[in-house]
């Protein structure tokens, strides 16, 4: 009897640790990526932003060698990264990978990056700022999210 009820208590014990984890696994997303990118540009031409969990890693890059990539993280709190990763990953994933003409005529280009933690990855690539319905509210605190991200 008593082996019964310690066995109880430590599979109850370890379904209590995993659901505490700080892997924050919202909507069956695992990781958002997004960023923002000028084709003709100098200086820093790519931005990019990563959200897995509660954590942001910002990267800011040049098409040019001589510039050195720029990488940093911090936290956000919990309410923000489950606004960012309530998209609906089925509607996002019948998205086609790219919208209009990014870039074109050095106008940019914007993308949103899902990552499901059953390792499927979709990309989907639009004109800068004119993203598609489905993606305004989610764009939007992702832009929000971007502009901290400081480079020199």
Same mark, same amino acid.
């Given at each position: 009897?008593? @082996?019964? %009820?310690?066995?109880?208590?430590? !599979?109850?014990?370890?379904?209590?640790?995993?659901?505490?984890?700080?892997?924050?696994?919202?909507?069956?997303?695992?990781? +958002?990526?997004?960023?923002?990118?000028?084709?003709? $540009?100098?200086?820093? $031409?790519?931005? =990019?932003? /990563?959200? #897995?969990?509660?954590?942001?890693?910002?990267? $800011?890059?040049?098409?040019?060698?001589? +510039?050195?990539?720029?990488? /940093?993280?911090?936290?956000?709190?919990?309410?923000?990264? =489950? @606004?960012?990763? @309530? !998209?609906?990953?089925?509607?996002?994933?019948?998205?086609?990978?790219? +919208? *209009?003409?990014?870039? $074109?005529?050095? *106008? *940019?280009?914007?993308?949103?990056?899902?990552?499901?933690?059953?390792?499927? !990855?979709?990309?989907? /690539? %639009?004109?800068?700022? #004119?993203?598609?319905?489905?993606? #305004?509210?989610? !764009?939007?605190?992702?832009?929000?999210?971007?502009?901290?991200?400081?480079?020199?």
């Amino acid at each position: 009897m008593k @082996s019964k %009820f310690y066995q109880t208590f430590v !599979i109850l014990l370890l379904v209590f640790l995993s659901a505490c984890s700080n892997e924050l696994v919202y909507n069956n997303i695992a990781r +958002i990526n997004y960023g923002t990118s000028f084709g003709e $540009c100098v200086g820093y $031409c790519r931005r =990019d932003v /990563t959200v #897995k969990s509660v954590q942001v890693t910002y990267s $800011c890059s040049s098409w040019y060698p001589a +510039i050195n990539t720029v990488i /940093t993280t911090s936290k956000i709190n919990k309410s923000l990264a =489950d @606004s960012i990763k @309530s !998209i609906h990953p089925d509607s996002f994933f019948k998205l086609p990978e790219f +919208i *209009g003409c990014p870039d $074109c005529a050095d *106008g *940019g280009a914007e993308w949103l990056e899902l990552e499901l933690v059953s390792g499927e !990855i979709h990309k989907v /690539t %639009f004109d800068y700022y #004119k993203e598609p319905d489905l993606l #305004k509210n989610y !764009i939007e605190n992702l832009r929000k999210l971007l502009s901290k991200n400081e480079c020199k």
